[in-house]
């Protein structure tokens, strides 16, 4: 798989995550088959959150891996997301990530995510938070998830090292980043600047940016694949899949990794299927043509 710098680390990484929110519910057979098709596909970057399924998907992929595997793997986990809050203070971001290794069955994690803005955060304790985990070798880099330029900045201006990632929500059915850059002036909801100009704030300071949730619209809404809501899209993912002779799924991919930011999408599929067609992407670079023809398919509709 072609691979890209993860931020300014240095790590060399899939241009594809695979997302690890769903496997909660896996048996160690199923989980082992999941680990070893993205492994198989050269997919080696696995995200996983404190929160997802209780934290029992970590524990799902602890079993799954053994400690050889552990230096051929790239592990993420989030931390910050409690119930009713947020919470980036020093001692949940510690606690979270003693859970995360304790459930992972590894010593040390590759990235660490602040996973939502908390409005009480104070940018010096989350400084200690990170300089602590980085010094007992817990944590080697740091990032965000869902966070807007200035925020992003108030925390750099604490840290010793700059972030490196900011996961955020886009499709080609959720792409508020795109669309405010095409409709620059305009009198429409397109033109509304909702993220404080976040995909170029993250090109210039070379944050790679994660997409979640690649293939739903609205807010875990839905999958658009195969979605009679929207004929026109489908249609234009399938034919173009058909010169290529891959999925709609894979297109749909290929269309977020056409974009000259370098992103790395977040699988979010159990699927192996759809798995391998997600990894499929990384092969496939579109025309511009075909991209505009796709984001104008998903009823964005150009100045």
């Given at each position: 798989?072609?691979?890209?710098?993860?931020?300014?680390?240095?790590?060399?990484?899939?241009?594809?995550?695979?997302?690890?929110?769903?496997?909660?519910?896996?048996?160690?057979?199923?989980?082992?088959?999941?680990?070893?098709?993205?492994?198989?596909?050269?997919?080696?970057?696995?995200?996983?959150?404190?929160?997802?399924?209780?934290?029992?998907?970590?524990?799902?992929?602890?079993?799954?891996?053994?400690?050889?595997?552990?230096?051929?793997?790239?592990?993420?986990?989030?931390?910050?997301?409690?119930?009713?809050?947020?919470?980036?203070?020093?001692?949940?971001?510690?606690?979270?990530?003693?859970?995360?290794?304790?459930?992972?069955?590894?010593?040390?994690?590759?990235?660490?995510?602040l996973h939502r803005p908390d409005a009480l955060m104070e940018p010096e304790e989350v400084a200690r938070a990170f300089d602590d985990l980085k010094a007992a070798g817990k944590?080697?880099?740091?990032?965000?998830?869902?966070?807007?330029?200035?925020?992003?900045?108030?925390?750099?201006?604490?840290?010793?090292?700059?972030?490196?990632?900011?996961?955020?929500?886009?499709?080609?059915?959720?792409?508020?980043?795109?669309?405010?850059?095409?409709?620059?002036?305009?009198?429409?909801?397109?033109?509304?600047?909702?993220?404080?100009?976040?995909?170029?704030?993250?090109?210039?300071?070379?944050?790679?940016?994660?997409?979640?949730?690649?293939?739903?619209?609205?807010?875990?809404?839905?999958?658009?694949?195969?979605?009679?809501?929207?004929?026109?899209?489908?249609?234009?993912?399938?034919?173009?899949?058909?010169?290529?002779?891959?999925?709609?799924?894979?297109?749909?991919?290929?269309?977020?990794?056409?974009?000259?930011?370098?992103?790395?999408?977040?699988?979010?599929?159990?699927?192996?299927?759809r798995l391998q067609d997600c990894i499929k992407a990384a092969d496939i670079c579109l025309t511009r043509e075909e991209w505009y023809a796709i984001y104008r398919a998903a009823?964005?509709?150009?100045?």
């Amino acid at each position: 798989m072609k691979k890209i710098e993860l931020g300014k680390t240095g790590l060399q990484v899939p241009t594809v995550a695979v997302g690890c929110m769903r496997i909660s519910d896996m048996n160690e057979y199923e989980a082992s088959a999941f680990v070893n098709t993205a492994l198989e596909n050269e997919a080696n970057f696995f995200d996983h959150a404190d929160i997802y399924g209780g934290g029992q998907s970590e524990v799902v992929f602890g079993k799954a891996v053994s400690a050889s595997m552990r230096d051929k793997l790239f592990i993420q986990t989030k931390c910050g997301i409690r119930p009713g809050q947020f919470d980036f203070s020093y001692e949940h971001i510690t606690a979270s990530v003693d859970g995360s290794l304790q459930r992972l069955g590894t010593d040390y994690i590759d990235v660490l995510l602040l996973h939502r803005p908390d409005a009480l955060m104070e940018p010096e304790e989350v400084a200690r938070a990170f300089d602590d985990l980085k010094a007992a070798g817990k944590v080697r880099h740091f990032g965000v998830s869902n966070q807007n330029p200035y925020q992003m900045q108030l925390l750099q201006s604490c840290l010793s090292a700059p972030l490196c990632v900011n996961q955020l929500q886009f499709s080609v059915m959720h792409a508020p980043m795109i669309q405010a850059g095409i409709n620059v002036n305009m009198y429409n909801d397109s033109a509304i600047n909702r993220d404080g100009g976040v995909l170029d704030y993250c090109r210039l300071n070379k944050i790679t940016i994660q997409p979640w949730s690649p293939m739903q619209y609205g807010f875990f809404e839905g999958c658009f694949i195969d979605n009679e809501k929207f004929p026109a899209l489908n249609e234009t993912l399938a034919e173009i899949g058909e010169r290529y002779g891959v999925s709609k799924t894979t297109v749909a991919f290929a269309w977020i990794l056409r974009h000259p930011a370098k992103m790395q999408p977040v699988t979010g599929t159990t699927n192996l299927t759809r798995l391998q067609d997600c990894i499929k992407a990384a092969d496939i670079c579109l025309t511009r043509e075909e991209w505009y023809a796709i984001y104008r398919a998903a009823g964005n509709v150009l100045p």
